[in-house]
């Protein structure tokens, strides 16, 4: 089983700000299987980025993907109040995988 | 607009059975692969079940292998999953969602329930 690591933890950052979030795969993962998704309190999590780099439908174009092999990252260049919220990273091999999520809170 | 609705959750005991249910509308549910995805409290995310567009292909996370079934009725646009033997580490919300792919699975998940809470305590 593919294990994903993703740091920091949480991240606090003011509006405005860039974030970048880290995800780690345990081996080499295709960039075809490797999303982002965003969590809010008491909603469900929405599909931001797939294909490493490819931004969901509606998904606007602050938030982006890059990475390759074991090293992947999200970036959002500037945060909105709506952009604070736990943050996943999954590969999409035969048995899917979530890493643990990284928290963006207002600093 | 795709809408799922989940229902079926609630508190059970170890050892014992419950069905979870997921309406679907606004889109064509027989052209999609759908899944089971649930969260522990406080927990991550954590993939269970998926089943192909037709129903011929079922596959689960080996926590649950063995113990749940996944299945859908295309007729009744209705996601189904039966889980037996529950243990306490089966407490989460439930996720009903569906893969982005549509009759090609990708096990990219791009529009979620709100989910369905199963707390398994004696």
């Known amino acids: 089983e593919i294990v994903l690591t993703q740091s920091p933890g949480t991240l606090s950052l003011s509006p405005g700000e860039r974030a970048t979030l880290s995800c780690r795969a345990s081996?080499?993962?295709?960039?075809?299987?490797l999303a982002w998704y965003q969590e809010k309190p008491g909603q469900a999590p929405r599909l931001l980025i797939y294909?490493?780099?490819s931004r969901a439908t509606g998904i606007p174009d602050r938030f982006s993907g890059s990475g390759s092999g074991t090293d992947f990252t999200l970036t959002i260049s500037r945060l909105e109040p709506e952009d604070f919220a736990v943050y996943y990273c999954q590969q999409c091999g035969s048995s899917p995988t979530f890493g643990p999520g990284t928290k963006v809170d207002i600093k | 607009q795709v809408q799922l609705v989940e229902s079926g959750g609630g508190v059970v005991q170890p050892g014992r059975s419950l069905r979870l249910s997921c309406a679907a509308s606004?889109?064509?549910?027989?052209?999609?692969?759908m899944h089971w995805v649930r969260q522990a409290p406080g927990k991550g995310l954590e993939w269970v079940a998926l089943i192909s567009y037709d129903g011929t292909n079922k596959y689960y996370a080996d926590s649950v292998k063995g113990r749940f079934t996944i299945s859908r009725d295309n007729s009744q646009n209705t996601l189904y999953l039966q889980m037996n033997s529950l243990r306490a580490e089966d407490t989460a919300v439930y996720y009903c969602a569906r893969d982005l792919g549509g009759y090609f699975v990708r096990r990219l998940f791009d529009s979620w329930g709100q989910g369905t809470l199963v707390a398994v305590s004696s």
């Open positions: 081996q080499s993962v295709s960039s075809t299987y």
């Open positions: 606004g889109h064509t549910f027989s052209m999609y692969a």
């Open positions: 294909g490493a780099s």
